[in-house]
């Protein structure tokens, strides 16, 4: 399997809009490619490597994304960090920090108070937020 053949797979998946996450493209080329998981996992690594933000995400597409999972859970009643973070690496194929990181800032800008909860965890394991 060559990076092309990977990164060509990568580009199927994410044609809907949304990028693979990690996981899904490892299983995507094991699947179609039949390598072993460690081969899989080293073109994932190849491919992400060095990429803190998707080319084709800038700034205000973010923010507009962003604002997009924001409204859709203010008008369910609440708003969850943990769903918002879980929503921003769907949707931009983000590591978990980036993710927690971009939903951090755009939070503390949009609302302080609820910027102030901790996400971690603790939180996870105890169950505060819904899954």
Do not use: F, H, W
């Given at each position: 399997m060559r990076r092309e053949d990977a990164?060509?797979?990568?580009?199927?998946?994410?044609?809907?809009?949304?990028?693979?996450?990690?996981l899904d493209l490892i299983k995507?080329?094991?699947s179609r490619f039949?390598?072993?998981l460690k081969e899989a996992h080293d073109m994932v690594e190849t491919i992400y490597r060095g990429r803190q933000m998707p080319p084709q995400l800038v700034d205000s597409d973010v923010e507009t994304m962003l604002s997009g999972i924001?409204?859709?859970?203010?008008?369910s009643g609440k708003v969850n960090l943990i769903e918002m973070i879980k929503t921003t690496r769907q949707?931009?194929?983000?590591?978990?920090?980036?993710?927690?990181?971009?939903?951090?800032?755009?939070?503390?800008k949009r609302n302080p108070?609820?910027?102030?909860?901790?996400?971690?965890?603790?939180?996870?394991?105890?169950?505060?937020?819904r899954f």
């Open positions: 990164e060509r797979v990568a580009n199927e998946m994410s044609a809907n809009g949304n990028r693979p996450g990690k995507e080329l094991r039949g390598v072993d924001y409204a859709e859970q203010s008008a949707r931009t194929g983000l590591g978990l920090k980036e993710s927690k990181d971009l939903v951090e800032a755009y939070v503390k108070e609820l910027a102030n909860q901790r996400v971690g965890c603790l939180g996870g394991l105890l169950g505060i937020g």
